[in-house]
């Protein structure tokens, strides 16, 4: 197995986690939280879909999915397109309101630009700095790790959330 096939694999992990974190849950089900500054199953979902259309359409040169596709229309968020979530607030995360139809649709765009930007890579593509803010400066591969690294945790965060909430 080359390093293309097996970040496929890892990358097509996420969608299934998303999915089963969320479907079947109405919007106040998604919206709900532990407690007041708590994030909620539509915030990590809708986040973790954002971080991965922002890195990857950055590095594979492309517009992000959200405003090539009208997806910030269909969500209607109060945020700027470039929003991901990041460093948001309880108030900010309270706002993300969304059926779970919408936030897997959005994921599952994503997921189609993502598979088919990891199918034009080599693993020489790989080693192509891509950030150089960092020390040592960001590689491609670091960067595709790292992002479905986080979209895996925060999907694995929704699903714990939804059992929690349905416990009650």
Same mark, same amino acid.
């Given at each position: 197995? /080359? ?17 089963? +974190? ?6 106040? $089900?998604?919206?709900?939280?532990? /407690?007041?500054? $708590?994030?909620? *199953?539509? &915030? =990590? +979902? &809708?986040?973790?879909? %954002? ?7 950055? *590095?594979?040169?492309?517009?992000? !999915?959200? !405003?090539?596709? #009208? &997806?910030?229309?269909? =969500?209607?968020?109060? =945020?700027?397109?470039?929003? !991901? #979530?990041? #460093? ?8 993300? %309101? ?10 599952? $765009? *994503?997921?189609? @630009?993502?598979? +088919? ?6 693993? $020489?593509?790989?080693? %192509?700095? *891509? ?9 491609? #591969?670091? %960067? ?13 965060? +929704?699903? =714990?959330? @939804?059992?929690?909430?349905? @416990?009650?």
């Amino acid at each position: 197995m /080359d390093a293309k096939d097996l970040l496929l694999d890892l990358y097509g992990r996420i969608p299934d986690a998303v999915h089963a +974190a969320v479907d079947g849950l109405d919007e106040d $089900a998604l919206a709900a939280r532990l /407690d007041p500054e $708590a994030n909620t *199953v539509a &915030w =990590f +979902a &809708w986040h973790l879909a %954002r971080v991965q259309d922002d890195h990857v359409s950055e *590095v594979a040169g492309h517009e992000q !999915t959200w !405003t090539a596709d #009208g &997806w910030a229309g269909r =969500f209607g968020l109060p =945020f700027d397109d470039g929003e !991901t #979530g990041y #460093g948001f607030d309880a108030g900010q995360v309270g706002q993300v %309101r969304a059926s779970a139809e919408l936030l897997t649709g959005y994921l599952d $765009a *994503v997921q189609a @630009r993502t598979t +088919a930007y990891l199918r034009t890579l080599s693993g $020489a593509d790989l080693d %192509r700095v *891509v950030d150089e803010r960092w020390d040592p400066p960001v590689t491609l #591969g670091a %960067r595709l790790v790292s992002v479905a690294d986080d979209d895996l945790e925060h999907a694995a965060q +929704a699903a =714990f959330l @939804r059992g929690v909430l349905e @416990r009650r």
